[in-house]
């Protein structure tokens, strides 16, 4: 099949292309062209790039037509942000294409009530970036059940994988936090270190975006988290981070008012948008629906980017 992969050379892309190339696929990847996936691979010899501008063409309204005269079986739409821009491309592709995956985020979801949270309930999203999503969702899922639009939605957790810098334990991606820990310095974490951050690898949300294809009859009309087996608390990251280097974890807990006046204001913002959403999101659905079976646990794919850090002297230890 035909399948253009729109936002392509991304974490998520690095690894969804190579697998589509060699499942036999014709691959397009429409983007910028300003950046190269993470990871070489010889895949990517056989992939058309088309170099497009998805905001310019979105504010022109001309995105839609363009992506449906690629003429796709299949589009995977991994940068769409908001409810207009999800609008134009699916009002394009009605009627054109067998499959049609978006990444969304389990920013879906506000406050939990029950968790693990599953897909099942409301949603209370907040913030601009998490209330688009949520929009989004909402219309393709209708699109998908009253007009057999063939959407499936996947929502990733905090993707990590070689080659960025991970979320840490202190809820930012400033990755001296993992310098302090590795050197056994004192690192203070806001309040009791309870509230949760929930990691996915890379590769585990390329390997989703594949078995939703495979099992694409109960993946149509549905959507799904996109996680780690299991969410982290901010302490036992940082103990189990710190426990990689040979050290015990030197924490300190500052209730948040406190904590915020010692970091950045960049790192601030970054915590305060993890701890107040604490994501911990089950994977049932996707296991039962789709055989989504992660490969990393949360840990483990934090030890890989934490091994590139170190590796590429973004960090010393
Ligand atoms: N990062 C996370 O932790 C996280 C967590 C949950 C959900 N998500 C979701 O994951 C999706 C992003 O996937 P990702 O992390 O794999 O992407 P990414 O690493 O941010 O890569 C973005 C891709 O889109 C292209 N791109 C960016 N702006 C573009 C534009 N205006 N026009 C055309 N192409 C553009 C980039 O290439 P060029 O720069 O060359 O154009 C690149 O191929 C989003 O839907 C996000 O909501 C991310």
């Known amino acids: 099949m ?8 991304g974490h998520v892309g690095t690894y969804l292309v190579p697998y589509l190339v060699e499942a036999g696929h014709e691959v397009i990847n429409l983007s910028r062209s300003q950046r190269q996936p993470y990871r070489p691979h010889g895949a990517w010899k056989s992939v058309r790039q088309v170099v497009a501008d998805r905001e310019a063409e979105d504010a022109a309204g001309t995105f839609g037509r363009r992506v449906s005269e690629l003429k796709p079986d299949v589009v995977v739409d991994m940068i769409c942000f908001t409810l207009d821009s999800a609008r134009q491309l699916t009002e394009a592709l009605t009627g054109q294409v067998q499959h049609f995956l978006h990444c969304g985020t389990i ?14 309930q ?8 998490g209330i688009q999503k ?33 979320l840490n334990p202190s809820g930012n991606f400033n990755p001296h936090v993992f310098e302090k820990l590795a050197h056994g310095e004192e690192l203070a974490l806001p309040n009791l270190g309870m509230e949760t951050v929930h990691h996915v690898h890379a590769d585990d949300v390329a390997q989703s975006f594949m078995k939703a294809l495979a099992n694409r009859s109960t993946a149509i009309g549905e959507s799904f988290h996109v996680v780690s087996p299991a969410a982290l608390s901010l302490r036992g990251y940082a103990e189990a981070v710190a426990g ?3 050290q015990p974890a030197n924490l300190t807990y ?14 601030a913002e970054a915590t305060w948008d993890h701890i107040a959403h604490s994501p911990n999101a089950s994977i049932a659905k996707a296991q039962r629906l789709l055989d989504y079976h992660p490969r990393y646990s949360s840990l483990q794919s934090v030890y890989e980017s934490v091994q590139w850090l170190i590796d590429n002297k973004v960090i010393r230890v």
């Open 2 to 9: 035909r399948f253009v992969v729109i936002g392509g050379s």
């Open 244 to 246: 990689w280097f040979g």
């Open 134 to 166: 949520a929009a989004i969702e909402v219309y393709l899922l209708d699109q998908a059940r009253r007009h057999a639009f063939p959407a499936t939605l996947l929502h990733p957790g905090h993707i990590v994988g070689p080659g960025w810098e991970p």
């Open 254 to 267: 500052l209730p948040w008012e406190v904590f915020r006046t010692t970091v950045s204001k960049e790192d």
């Open 107 to 120: 920013w879906v979801h506000g406050p939990s009530l029950e968790v693990p949270v599953t897909e099942q």
């Open 122 to 129: 409301p949603r209370r999203p907040f913030g601009e970036y």
